[in-house]
């Protein structure tokens, strides 16, 4: 079994910035990617963005392509995403994720957290 534990998510205005991370535990999470999904209100959750165990590989969702960045610290079991230039419509719950499946643009997680919230006010 795996937890992943969100945190970071905040109130912050249009143009600015949030990292958020991901803490997992439990199982060896060797070889998994791990990745971004947020769910505004209202919408269905969407991919953010997912990058392999190497962090040689990443995907972004053409939405947040050039503001946010996905990194991970395998020694720290933890995975981030930096997210710049926010815009109202970032607003959502963001969850992480993570899967032994490998990544692409329609990477999905196995394994989920309970998000953590993003606001951005204009």
């Known amino acids: 079994q795996v937890q992943l534990v969100e945190s970071g998510g905040g109130l912050v205005q249009a143009g600015g910035s949030l990292r958020l991370s991901c803490a997992a535990s439990g199982r060896t999470l060797r070889n998994y990617a791990m990745g971004w999904f947020r769910r505004a209100p209202g919408k269905e959750r969407e991919f953010v963005a997912t990058i392999s165990w190497s962090a040689g590989s990443t995907y972004y969702a053409d939405s947040v392509k050039g503001r946010f960045t996905i990194s991970r610290d395998n020694a720290k079991n933890t995975v981030y995403l930096q997210m710049n230039s926010l815009k109202p419509e970032d607003t959502a719950v963001y969850y992480c994720?993570?899967?032994?499946?490998?990544?692409?643009?329609?990477?999905?997680?196995?394994?989920w957290g309970q998000g953590t919230q993003v606001t951005v006010s204009s």
């Open positions: 994720a993570a899967s032994s499946r490998p990544v692409s643009p329609t990477w999905s997680g196995f394994y």
